[in-house]
């Protein structure tokens, strides 16, 4: 069954592969920015952000030099940011410790910063060569359904079974195409909520199919926790400038620029927020408040409430990390989308 399936799997993959720039390329600059821009992200979504930084920065070499806000202003809008910290991070890491080359073994991968087992093993595999399986969510869920394995893959002990799994499976010598047709497979064949099991090269002798559990499977017990905040943006201006400030560490959109800001747990009334703006800016004039905006993130529901106050000398930004900046210097400023969006609107 390994041999069959494994050849059923590479034969589909030849046949039916999608054309992506990062698989025409043993490039490992290329396919490390590939994987760590897809993680949490559709391909479609993807690769217009891909195309951007393989513009921009062509090598290892120019990311590293690259300014973080240029890095993060490139990646707005694609979401979790920490990616673009760790990825701007591990180039210079690269550049400073391995003299511009990546290292080319799944071990030495793993200790550079972002770069999980997964990752690791991707490089490993479709840059250099190296037997090693990747495991990502598609391949749970294809090994899964596949072998009716029920163990939860929450649990950070399943990655290991999964991890053998496919070591018995994966060929010596077509381990790159593997790789690639197992992730394709879970990706456009073997999908969580509509698998095409019509169309699966192995569905034959797929024991969900032939069980009719494909829904149950891959098993995933672990819920995120959801948060709820409440934020009220106080939006200043003066002389044509609008004042913002860098957001810190340990936080959403670290690194990226929003507003002064009044964070609460519950949703506050119009008269609650006059009460909330007056009692930091004592007499500061509310010229318009806007209605609740909700955005969502993986582990978090935002309310966003903008309020745009008038300046007058006895106003004065208490708030040392405010600053001023022109129409030109907040467009050139990296901006989570939900600001994106509000200056948009207002077309400052």
């Known amino acids: 069954m390994t041999q069959s399936f494994s050849n059923l799997l590479i034969n589909w993959y030849n046949h039916n592969q999608r054309d992506l720039p990062w698989r025409n390329t043993s490039d490992p600059y290329k396919i490390w920015l590939s994987e760590i821009i897809l993680?949490?992200?559709?391909?479609?979504?993807?690769?217009?952000?891909?195309?951007?930084?393989?513009?921009?920065?062509?090598?290892?070499?120019?990311?590293?030099?690259?300014?973080?806000d240029e890095v993060m202003r490139l990646w707005q809008g694609l979401g979790y940011y920490s990616r673009a910290r760790n990825l701007h991070e591990c180039a210079k890491s690269i550049v400073e410790y391995y003299n511009g080359e990546f290292p080319n073994t799944y071990n030495e991968l793993l200790k550079l910063k972002g770069i999980g087992k997964y990752t690791a093993a991707a490089i490993a595999s479709f840059a250099f060569g190296q037997v090693v399986p990747v495991v990502d969510g598609n391949v749970f869920r294809v090994l899964a359904r596949y072998f009716d394995i029920s163990d939860d893959i929450a649990q950070p002990k399943t990655f290991t079974k999964f991890f053998n799994v496919a070591s018995e499976l994966i060929p010596q010598d077509q381990s790159d195409s593997f790789n690639q047709a197992i992730m394709e497979l879970g990706a456009t064949i073997c999908t969580p909520k509509k698998p095409d099991c019509e169309n699966c090269p192995v569905a034959q002798d797929c024991i969900a199919r032939i069980q009719h559990k494909q829904l149950e499977l891959p098993v995933k017990k672990k819920k995120i926790k959801i948060k709820h905040r409440y934020l009220y943006y106080l939006i200043w201006q003066n002389?044509?400038?609008?004042?913002?400030?860098?957001?810190?560490?340990?936080?959403?959109?670290?690194?990226?620029?929003?507003?002064?800001?009044?964070?609460?747990?519950?949703?506050?009334?119009?008269?609650?927020?006059?009460?909330?703006?007056?009692?930091?800016?004592?007499?500061?004039?509310v010229v318009e408040i806007s209605e609740p905006i909700k955005h969502i993130l993986s582990h978090q529901r935002l309310e966003a409430v903008f309020v745009e106050l008038k300046l007058t000398n006895k106003n004065i930004l208490n708030d040392q990390s405010l600053k001023y900046y022109t129409k030109q210097e907040v467009e050139e400023l990296p901006k989570p989308r939900l600001i994106e969006n509000y200056l948009t609107s207002k077309d400052f």
């Open 39 to 68: 993680q949490q992200t559709r391909v479609n979504q993807g690769l217009p952000y891909y195309n951007k930084f393989i513009n921009q920065y062509p090598s290892v070499d120019d990311l590293a030099k690259a300014p973080e």
């Open 239 to 285: 002389s044509g400038k609008m004042a913002m400030k860098k957001r810190g560490a340990n936080d959403i959109w670290q690194g990226l620029f929003d507003f002064d800001l009044i964070e609460t747990n519950t949703s506050l009334s119009t008269e609650e927020v006059f009460e909330k703006v007056n009692k930091k800016y004592n007499n500061a004039e």
